[in-house]
Nanobody, 119 residues
């Protein structure tokens, strides 16, 4: 069984930055494209970014130029560096391996981590 554990998020002022991490266990992490998703209140979960095993990335338009996804296969961990945060980035953030590269997550979701952008 795959376990996904996201790091603590937090409250950040607009324009601020935050780095999320997600530790994975129970699978051969290096074989999978990894992604970050988020779910804002009253909205469906959306895919934010992905990183393939070969290093190709995908970002949803609203975060391009501000967010960077990276991974450390030795630590079975995926990261999301978030810069220039906006109130609309407020959401619960989750990691997972997207099906079909940009689809829904393959594995059971972790607990997620709350990111709140507010002054």
């Amino acid at each position: 069984q795959v376990h996904l554990v996201e790091s603590r998020g937090g409250l950040v002022q607009p324009g601020g930055s935050l780095r999320l991490s997600c530790a994975t266990s129970g699978t051969i992490f290096s074989r999978y494209t990894m992604g970050w998703y988020r779910q804002a209140p009253g909205k469906q979960r959306e895919l934010v970014a992905t990183l393939t095993t070969g290093g190709s990335t995908y970002y949803t338009d609203s975060v391009k130029g501000r967010f960077t996804i990276s991974r450390d296969n030795a630590k079975n961990t995926v990261y999301l560096q978030m810069l220039s945060l906006k109130p609309e980035d407020t959401a619960v953030y989750y990691c997972n391996a997207p099906s079909g590269r940009t689809g829904p997550g393959l594995w059971a979701w972790g607990q997620g981590t709350q990111v709140t952008v507010s002054s």
